[in-house]
Structure formats: structure tokens, C-alpha cells
T-cell receptor
Framework: NAGVTQTPKFQVLKTGQSMTLQCAQDMNHEYMSWYRQDPGMGLRLIHYSVGAGITDQGEVPNGYNVSRSTTEDFPLRLLSAAPSQTSVYFCASSYSGRVYEQFFGPGTRLTVL | GQSLEQPSEVTAVEGAIVQINCTYQ??????LSWYQQHDGGAPTFLSYNGLDGLEETGRFSSFLSRSDSYGYLLLQELQMKDSASYFC?????????FGSGTQLTVLP
């Protein structure tokens, strides 16, 4: 099993550009989530999904969109990048009854100039 | 909303025991998780307390007191590889809310 995979590992954008961060898992987990982590801080939840076709907002959803068309994939879209979105982005997944035990991907380090 | 407090840094020597405390205020609480993160890598799950009391997993133990809105992670027989950031996280059924993390430094 590959677990949770994320692409790209690194990305530099200019202000106003859009892009999609990819996330996939092969553990047949119902629950998937996106977090951002800023220096010296914990992880903050952006969006999450409890199953294909179902998404919901977390703590910091503004400027981000998600969709969940399959169980395996949960892409995160930045609509119009801003310097405040410079961060490390982690995708995670878990069984729906075990949200307390999430498996994280390696992260995407995003810089917005 | 949720808020969690944990110390920003803890230092201990190899072989020692260290306790990392976490207090929380929450509007919905199912339990408290603990995660480890090395040098900005992927966080990894360590332990979960859904009920009051102590959970033991090898050298790591975690404790929860719902009445005190308090938990801790206990690391025994510290090793150099335990140097990392440790995060407590409140489970509110559909979401995890993380604390800001405690940087543990283990000295030889």
C-alpha cells in the first residue's frame, strides 16, 4: 500500500494564479481532510469529506475549493493564490468511525510570491 | 469553537521520563488524540483517549480527565529519536482540532 500520496511536493506560485493540489489514498478510507500548517503552529483544517460526493468546511476554508468524486481522490483547489496561502499543506485520511486516527501524506510546500 | 493549550517547548535527557500536558476548551468532545511530527514531516498518530484514564502503548502513555478538560502524553525511557513536535488534538466526531504543538528536545 502506498498510503496517502500528495503531489506536487513543492510549488511556487505568483499571486492570482490558480492550482490544484492532488491527494490520493489506497486504504479505502471514507474520511479525507486537508490541513495547512504555518511555522510554529498546529494543523488547521481547511475542508473535509466523509465520503464520495460529500464535502464540508473546516476552520479555514476561504480561498479553497474541494470535490470528492471518488473514494480515493480528494483534490484541493486554490482559486486565486495569495501570499497568505504560503504554507505546508497536508492531506489525511481515516475510517469514518476513527477520525481520531488519521493517516497523513508527506505534504506539499507552497510558496506564493 | 475549540481551543487547546500545550507548552511550546520541553527539554529532557536520554533515558528520562517527560510529560506533555494539554488543556482544552471545546463545544463538542469525543476524545483526545496525540500525534508526533519530525522536522515538518508527516504527522503520525500515537495514541487516543475516548474515555477517562490511562492508555499505554509501549514507551508512550496518554491520560485523559474529562472533568478537568485535561490530558497528557507520557514518554518513558526517552531516546534521541523522540526529539520531535507533539500535538494534542480534540476529536469532535467529524473534525480534529490541533494544538500548536510541543517541541521536545532530547539531550544526550
Amino acid at each position: 500500500n502506498a498510503g496517502v500520496t500528495q503531489t506536487p511536493k513543492f510549488q511556487v506560485l505568483k499571486t492570482g494564479q490558480s492550482m490544484t493540489l492532488q491527494c490520493a489514498q489506497d486504504m479505502n478510507h471514507e474520511y479525507m481532510s486537508w490541513y495547512r500548517q504555518d511555522p510554529g503552529m498546529g494543523l488547521r483544517l481547511i475542508h473535509y469529506s466523509v465520503g464520495a460526493g460529500i464535502t464540508d468546511q473546516g476552520e479555514v476554508p476561504n480561498g479553497y475549493n474541494v470535490s470528492r468524486s471518488t473514494t480515493e481522490d480528494f483534490p484541493l483547489r486554490l482559486l486565486s493564490a495569495a501570499p497568505s496561502q504560503t504554507s505546508v499543506y497536508f492531506c489525511a485520511s481515516s475510517y469514518s468511525g476513527r477520525v481520531y486516527e488519521q493517516f497523513f501524506g508527506p505534504g506539499t510546500r507552497l510558496t506564493v510570491l | 469553537g475549540q481551543s487547546l493549550e500545550q507548552p511550546s517547548e520541553v527539554t529532557a535527557v536520554e533515558g528520562a521520563i517527560v510529560q506533555i500536558n494539554c488543556t482544552y476548551q471545546t463545544s463538542g468532545f469525543y476524545g483526545l488524540s496525540w500525534y508526533q511530527q519530525h522536522d515538518g514531516g508527516a504527522p503520525t498518530f500515537l495514541s487516543y483517549n475516548g474515555l477517562d484514564g490511562l492508555e499505554e502503548t509501549g514507551r508512550f502513555s496518554s491520560f485523559l480527565s474529562r472533568s478537568d478538560s485535561y490530558g497528557y502524553l507520557l514518554l518513558q525511557e526517552l531516546q534521541m529519536k523522540d526529539s520531535a513536535s507533539y500535538f494534542c488534538a480534540v476529536n469532535s466526531a467529524r473534525q480534529l482540532t490541533f494544538g500548536s504543538g510541543t517541541q521536545l528536545t532530547v539531550l544526550p
